[in-house]
């Protein structure tokens, strides 16, 4: 009997694993008592929950106090490394900013106008005033060329003006500086459960979504964004813990914040991820991410769950994808990252409104699965079309990728992707590969629980292109009777 007892084990947890990835799938459906206030309400005082990654790549922190008045003061920390721990300099960003209306092209978030009277910066070291100071005196306009003079001593504490509207001088564009993330808003409250376990009940969470920060540098300093860079939380009100959280908030352009430092985990793909909140990307996409991967075989599938709504509760359509991915290899450009390459090799689309029904109906013939025969919740395999151009998937092709893995707080893992092009194009090529992440996918499912053909999430009850029922899941009391029944036969 004992040489049975791993096969009870295993369904046991293949009955587990389900349930943890698509609770998590439906928790982000049901929205997980999300609110959005039209017009937000931003006075206070908003920071990051950890070391950011820019495009670029660049490390940083940020605490912004916005006053009753529309006056704001922005704090933005720069580092070396990418646990934030070895801070190069500080900008101190003043200025007003003034809520317009409800954005017609990113649904949810509110526009604004904003007007930057003064910026200064602190340097940290003789290294980043002479690197700063070089690129200054060799990019900007006439104004700024004797911004530092060379061999100029470092002198800490020293506050130094990069921009003044009084003076119309402006010398941030060496520094790829501008505040166009102030331009497109949304605050998010929603109430965490209280994780003591002597207490009960649930704390307020308030976070500050800003606009996006353009993925090629050449054009983030005209790009007026229309998604979101990873959000900030309210000093008062934020998750917990948040070690983080209370450091940026108590540190200034004199003494930056020195986050606590983190082992470095080594690169574990094998398992199952998803997101842990409804994902907005440029050009307006709203979407869920759910991915398996094997390291057995090195191959990989993923769900791509998209809506039409910022709480992701209307799907437009999803898109199932598989393939292989390459050993991966430290990055030489981003500290802290790993470089893959993804192949991808199959897709099927299922549409889940009328609206994607027609446009793929109304697509050219051979170009996106059988032409003509879409219907909503009806999947259909495009690999046979060499995917779908109508909504620019091209098959097979390769995908040059970022990866890196950490722990939050509560010691779950987190898996960083890299951050999509903004110009909606696929980084197929080396020299497009991204260096900096999108929204971290949380492990749902250890690699010892991989079940992809059991979990699939597909809709039960619905039925493929060729009108056979998809595959349900096995509910858990028929694999625990299986289980047993092995027991006995025993």
């Not at 070089?134 to 020293?158: D, K, M, Y």
């Not at 991966?328 to 390459?341: D, F, N, Y």
Request: aromatic letters at 10%; charged letters at 20%.
């Amino acid at each position: 009997m004992v040489r049975c007892w791993w096969l009870a084990g295993l369904l046991v947890a293949c009955a587990a694993a389900e349930p943890r990835c698509r609770q998590q799938l439906r928790h982000l459906q049901d929205s997980a008592g999300i609110a959005a206030r039209l017009p937000p309400r931003l006075e206070g005082r908003w920071v990051s929950t950890g070391c950011e990654v820019r495009p670029g790549p660049e490390f940083l922190t940020r605490s912004y106090l916005f006053y009753a008045n529309r006056l704001f003061k922005a704090l933005q920390f720069y580092y070396w490394d990418p646990s934030c721990r070895d801070p190069s300099y500080s900008l101190v960003i003043k200025g007003k900013l003034r809520l317009r209306q409800a954005s017609w092209i990113t649904r949810g978030a509110t526009e604004a106008d904003y007007h930057l009277h003064k910026v200064g910066i602190v340097f940290h070291s003789q290294k980043a005033m002479r690197e700063v100071a070089s690129w200054i005196n060799q990019t900007s306009g006439e104004g700024c060329r004797g911004f530092l003079p060379p061999g100029r001593s470092w002198a800490p504490g020293a506050l130094y003006e990069v921009l003044s509207a009084k003076t119309e001088r402006d010398c941030t564009a060496a520094l790829g500086f501008a505040m166009h993330e102030l331009s497109l808003v949304r605050v998010e409250r929603h109430y965490q459960p209280l994780l003591q376990p002597q207490q009960s009940g649930s704390q307020l969470v308030e976070e500050l979504y800003l606009g996006d920060i353009h993925t090629d540098w050449g054009e983030r300093l005209h790009y007026r964004p229309t998604g979101y860079q990873r959000p900030m939380q309210s000093a008062l009100h934020h998750v917990h813990p948040c070690p983080a959280c209370g450091i940026i908030s108590r540190a200034d352009e004199h003494h930056p914040p020195i986050l606590p430092a983190r082992a470095a985990l080594p690169m574990q793909l094998s398992g199952s991820w998803v997101s842990t909140h409804c994902e907005v990307r440029p050009a307006v996409l709203f979407l869920t991410r759910y991915f398996t991967f094997h390291g057995n075989n090195h191959t990989w599938e993923g769900h791509y769950y998209h809506y039409s709504d910022p709480l992701c509760r209307q799907p437009t359509f999803t898109i199932y994808a598989s393939g292989h991915y390459t050993q991966g290899i430290p990055s030489s450009k981003v500290r802290g990252g790993t470089e893959l390459a993804f192949k991808v090799t199959q897709a099927r689309v299922t549409p889940m409104d009328q609206v994607t029904v027609v446009m793929l109906n109304s697509s050219e013939p051979g170009s996106c699965g059988l032409a003509g025969s879409w219907s909503a919740g009806v999947e259909q395999d495009i690999t046979p079309t060499n995917g779908c151009l109508a909504l620019g998937i091209k098959l097979p092709h390769t995908e040059y990728e970022l990866f890196k893995t950490e722990q939050d707080t509560q010691e779950r893992s987190l898996l960083y992707i890299g951050e999509r092009p903004t110009d909606g194009s696929s980084p197929d090529s080396p020299d497009k590969r991204p260096t900096s992440y999108q929204a971290p996918l949380i492990q749902c499912a250890a690699a010892s629980q991989e079940f992809s053909n059991y979990i699939s999430l597909k809709y039960v009850g619905r039925k493929d292109a060729n009108g056979n029922e998809a595959l349900k899941p096995l509910p858990v009391a028929f694999l625990l009777f299986i289980a047993l029944l092995f027991l006995r036969w025993d």
